[in-house]
């Protein structure tokens, strides 16, 4: 019972220390995108960062599951996920003026964290293979 306990406050620990570190570098990025005139610096770390940080969460789910792939959750849930989290990267990137991009990035943040958590659960699945 104790172990749990100290485990799960670990983990409250690890993700205030993630999210510190996490706004650290966005502040960092930021202020040295503003100082170069370089603003595609930023758009790499608001995707990297959420996926890193739904990875990070998921843990707390996966904990004690063995490694075994859910292809069906991989191929259905995280590809398209991470495709659409790097939409807004190659857009910008490519000076594409589609009008999807500016709604899109409002809720934008939220597609890598749930990426990373997907890629997570599908890879420390609960079911046991079966035979074929």
């Known amino acids: 019972m104790i172990r749990s306990w100290v485990g799960y406050t670990g983990w409250i620990l690890g993700l205030c220390l993630l ?3 996490e706004h650290m570098i966005q502040q960092r990025v930021s202020q ?8 595609e610096m930023p758009i790499w770390t608001d995707s990297l960062l ?17 490694l075994h792939m859910n292809k069906k959750l991989f191929i259905g849930a ?3 996920l991470f495709l659409l989290s790097g939409y807004p990267l190659v857009a910008i990137l490519a ?6 991009v500016m709604t899109y990035m ?8 749930l990426a990373g ?3 997570m659960m599908s890879l420390f699945d609960v079911k046991a293979p079966r035979g074929g």
């Not at 040295?32 to 603003?39: L, M, S, V």
């Not at 000076?95 to 999807?100: D, S, Y």
Request: glycine residues 6%.
């Open 19 to 21: 999210l510190g570190i």
């Open 32 to 39: 040295i995108a503003t100082q170069t005139f370089q603003g």
């Open 50 to 66: 959420p996926f890193v940080l739904g990875l990070y969460v998921a843990t707390i789910f996966v904990w004690r599951r063995a």
């Open 78 to 80: 995280f590809i398209p």
């Open 95 to 100: 000076h594409w003026m589609i009008p999807f």
């Open 106 to 113: 409002t809720i934008y943040p939220v597609l890598p964290t």
């Open 117 to 119: 958590l997907i890629f």
